[in-house]
């Protein structure tokens, strides 16, 4: 089906579930259709904690870009960045440091769509359509080398978007060509669906996975060592490694005890 919305760029199929708008659901966003709410209701029916994940998995993003700019960072490429919601990365990091660069990348037209009109007026932050298992064609993409300059740090957001990424597509040697392209005193920065700490919340996770199998998307569980796999020795792991969403650097105000959604994150820095 083409478009039948004012607002949905042509050829966008909105007769099956999209990643994008799935999470803009998620998280309370209006860019979606019955077809991504259906889905997501009926993932949060099986796997009642899906919601806490796309919750902490928002969060865990707003404190990493904070902790970066905190860090010295100015310049941040959002790979996977989906439909703007609360929170966006630039907003975070302008909010922070005036100055900081925001590149946007995704693979679904939409987001790209709704981030630039989001983005018009801002020259510190711009969008492009773009897809993670063809890195190359973001790194040197002319839009990207005109906004960020790679021989300066720059911190590369791989965030909830790497479980998209099947063994089959090489994610590690996606991030490994990334690295290339990194000077030392970048970072990393990932987020990725891990398995449950219970037998029965892992069972409730099969059920959620295999929904996804029938969307263009699949989702692949990794677990804390898979994860850390994936970033190879260009990288060194900010304290405190891969860990549960809620426990990366809590803001001093949340809850002392929070719950541990099976969102695994780490920060890395390139050597
Ligand atoms: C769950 S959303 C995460 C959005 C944001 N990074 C966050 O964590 O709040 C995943 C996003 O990854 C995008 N995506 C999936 N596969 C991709 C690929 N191969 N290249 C670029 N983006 C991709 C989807 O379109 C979607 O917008």
């Given at each position: ?51 806490l994940i796309?919750?902490a998995n928002?969060a865990f993003l707003?404190r990493a870009?904070?902790w ?91 965030v909830a ?27 990393l920065v990932v987020s990725h669906v891990g398995p449950d700490s ?24 990794r677990d804390a060592e898979e994860v850390a796999?994936l970033l190879?020795?260009?990288?060194e792991l900010v304290d405190p490694g891969v860990v549960s969403a809620t426990d990366w650097h809590p803001d001093?105000?949340e809850a002392e005890d929070p719950p541990q959604p099976a969102a695994l994150v780490v920060l890395a820095?390139?050597?």
């Amino acid at each position: 089906m083409t478009q039948s919305f004012g607002w949905v760029p042509e050829g966008v199929d909105v007769t099956v579930p999209d990643a994008s708008r799935v999470y803009d659901y998620a998280l309370g966003g209006v860019h979606n259709f019955k077809v991504d709410r259906e889905f997501w209701d009926r993932a949060e029916r099986v796997m009642p904690s899906a919601g806490l994940i796309a919750r902490a998995n928002r969060a865990f993003l707003g404190r990493a870009v904070r902790w970066l700019v905190d860090a010295g960072i100015t310049q941040f490429l959002d790979i996977g960045s989906g439909i703007p919601t609360l929170g966006n990365v630039h907003e975070v990091a302008q909010d922070a440091d005036p100055a900081a660069r925001v590149m946007y990348v995704d693979i679904d037209p939409i987001a790209v769509q709704q981030s630039r009109s989001l983005l018009s007026g801002n020259p510190g932050a711009a969008v492009i359509e773009g897809d993670l298992r063809r890195p190359a064609q973001i790194l040197y993409h002319p839009e990207v080398l005109e906004l960020l300059d790679f021989s300066e740090p720059v911190a590369v957001l791989t965030v909830a978007v790497l479980h998209f990424i099947p063994d089959s597509a090489g994610p590690a040697s996606i991030l490994s060509k990334i690295g290339d392209a990194l000077v030392s005193g970048s970072y990393l920065v990932v987020s990725h669906v891990g398995p449950d700490s219970t037998p029965a919340g892992r069972q409730a996770q099969q059920q959620a996975v295999k929904l996804y199998e029938n969307t263009p998307t699949p989702v692949i569980l990794r677990d804390a060592e898979e994860v850390a796999a994936l970033l190879g020795p260009a990288f060194e792991l900010v304290d405190p490694g891969v860990v549960s969403a809620t426990d990366w650097h809590p803001d001093p105000e949340e809850a002392e005890d929070p719950p541990q959604p099976a969102a695994l994150v780490v920060l890395a820095r390139k050597r």
